[in-house]
């Protein structure tokens, strides 16, 4: 019918984000080739994505990639991609919890999982860090359904519940929980925390950094000279973590910390990493509560003494997130509950490849 390449896609949201889910099998198994698809997709390169189904922000610009299990333990493989806006760059050393939730009943539906009657467990292997995640997804009529009574802070209304289990994010990405070997370090003078748990992240005190670590993230992402000294830090941390140059990766992600004010555990304020996440994600909520727990760190010396099994209350521009810890055969669990719903199902187009590849 035209010139443009056809693909079948279907846009969900997970969590309080958002974005196209794809089958592996549709898309380019060469990573470059697959890439340029994703940019032309999601129209980066552009603030407002105005050429492409992005939408302008960092939690509406990532991509899930779903296929058959490659490993035994699992029942799918996940490959999450954030798809830079500004830039055209893809990156997919990172996971995405919010995504995640919406994993297990884009599966259930594409045929990839048969479902039960009740509840359906969805064994789900992150392919970017190489960890497992449980999913409960509600079949009560052995299909899928997203009508519900939970609710997320982030997120208007209500929906079914999705239960995730992260049965051992320690050393995700870096292979440690605490990568530079230390609980924590002084970095350019400020106390952080470096820690790799579902998420690679550096955690420190709003209040180092002269805010209260309360504010909205309109003030946070308005105070440049705030988001050029988390950069500058977040780099450096970056490079004490193993990770080397971080500048075109989404990942170490800062987080600032501070006292709760609304009968919470924690508030935190997540970037992601140039602007404040408007609620909190799902991976950062899993390390952040397991700074809580773990001795030493900048998290644990704000909230007190806390161990497992417990549950964390951490507050955020939106709300509240809930994290469940429990300990089980000697590693932390972590679990967290979110909602999901499918969008759209269809044909999303891209640019042809030769041509993109050109122009780049």
């Known amino acids: 019918m035209n010139d443009l390449i056809s693909i079948p896609c279907v846009l969900m949201r997970g969590g309080t984000s958002k974005g ?12 470059r080739q697959r890439d340029q698809i994703l940019l032309s997709v999601m129209g980066s390169g552009h603030p407002l994505q105005i050429d492409g189904i992005g939408g302008g922000n960092p939690v509406t610009s990532k991509v ?17 991609a954030q798809v830079r806006i500004d830039q055209q760059f893809v990156d997919t050393s990172p996971n995405c919890g919010n995504m995640l939730a919406a994993v297990g009943p884009f599966a259930i539906e594409a045929g ?21 995640i449980e999913a409960e997804v509600p079949t009560p009529d ?22 995730l289990t992260f049965m051992d994010a320690a050393g ?25 748990c579902a998420m690679p992240m550096m955690l420190l005190e709003a209040a180092a950094l002269g805010v209260t670590g309360n504010e ?20 450096e941390a970056g490079r004490r973590m193993g990770m080397g140059d971080v500048s075109n990766q989404v ?5 600032l910390i501070a006292r709760p004010n609304k009968g919470g555990d924690l508030g935190v304020r997540y970037f992601m990493p140039h602007q404040c996440h408007p609620s909190l994600a799902t991976t950062g909520a899993v390390g952040i509560a397991t700074a809580c727990i773990s001795d030493g760190t900048v998290a644990s010396r704000l909230i007190g003494d806390r161990k497992p099994p417990v549950v964390l209350v951490l507050e955020h521009p939106s709300g509240r997130l809930e994290v469940k810890l429990d300990a089980r055969d000697g590693k932390t669990v972590a679990g967290i509950l979110r ?17 993109m590849v050109c122009a780049a």
């Open 20 to 31: 196209p889910f794809f089958l592996a099998s549709d898309l380019p198994s060469d990573s």
């Open 216 to 235: 909205s993230t309109a003030e946070l992402n308005g105070n440049g000279a705030l988001l050029q000294r988390i950069e500058t830090l977040r780099l």
């Open 339 to 355: 909602t999901a719903r499918r969008l759209f199902e269809g044909q999303v187009f891209a640019k042809p490849i030769a041509q």
């Open 251 to 255: 990942a170490p992600k800062p987080v």
């Open 142 to 163: 052995g299909r899928v359904v997203y009508m519900g009574d939970a609710s997320i802070d982030g997120v208007p209304g209500n929906a079914a519940p999705i239960a």
């Open 64 to 80: 899930a990639i779903i296929g058959p299990a490659t490993i035994p333990d699992a029942d799918v493989d996940y490959l999450f």
């Open 112 to 132: 990839l999982v048969k479902p039960t009657t009740g509840v359906t467990r969805v064994r789900i292997h992150n392919v970017n860090t190489g960890k497992l």
């Open 172 to 196: 995700a990405r870096t292979g440690k929980l605490f990568p530079t070997g230390n609980p924590s370090d002084m970095i350019d003078g400020i106390d952080v925390t470096c820690i790799d």
